[in-house]
């Protein structure tokens, strides 16, 4: 029987598989093989795209990304870091898709509570997103006049403005 694995170079006394040959005494034949090495594909992938896609890569050889760090676009709620690759990446021993994998932080944003002018800031806070802002100085204050006396009603999204938002005071 043939050995199974590799590819066959020659038969180590006639060239060119020239088998049987013409028997004349005894003859031993002996298969010599050349190395041909298996290759493997490895395909990097971030957020449904493929990045880099690596074919024939040796057995054992540990695979590595020649790309820039994959980058997953920001929401109003979180941005990411890449923090690796799922599975992780170990030496070659079949065909692979690695895909980045991202931590997400939730967003902060400053909410600025302005007095009734819209120029004088009277306190801003840094709020996670989804989070309710909360406003924790004094009640702002108007001076009364002769005509009226003024009480703090809510907050409005711009100066002059007449929509509020739900906010904590």
């Known amino acids: 029987a043939l050995p199974q694995r590799g590819a066959l170079q020659r038969w180590g006394r006639h060239a060119r598989f ?31 795209v493929e990045l880099e896609r690596d074919e024939t890569v040796p057995y054992g050889t540990m695979p590595m990304y020649n790309g820039v760090a ?56 840094s709020v996670l997103y989804g989070a309710m802002a909360v406003y924790s100085k004094p009640v702002p204050t108007k001076a009364e006049t002769e005509a009226y006396t003024y009480t703090f009603e809510n907050w409005v999204t711009a100066p002059g403005g007449s929509v509020t938002d739900t906010l904590m005071s």
């Not at 020239?18 to 957020?47: C, K, N, Q």
């Not at 994959?70 to 709620?77: D, I, M, S």
């Not at 939730?106 to 806070?125: I, K, N, P, Q």
């Open 70 to 125: 994959p980058v997953k676009q920001a929401t109003a709620q979180y941005t990411f870091e890449f923090v690796g690759w799922a599975p992780e990446v170990s030496a070659v021993t079949q065909s692979v898709t690695y895909y980045a994998q991202f931590m997400p932080t939730v967003r902060s944003y400053t909410v600025t509570f302005y007095g009734e002018d819209g120029t004088t800031v009277l306190d801003a806070v």
């Open 18 to 48: 020239a088998l049987p040959a013409p028997v004349r005494g005894d003859v031993t034949y002996t298969a010599t093989f050349s190395r041909v090495p298996v290759g493997y594909t490895v395909v990097w992938v971030s957020e449904g």
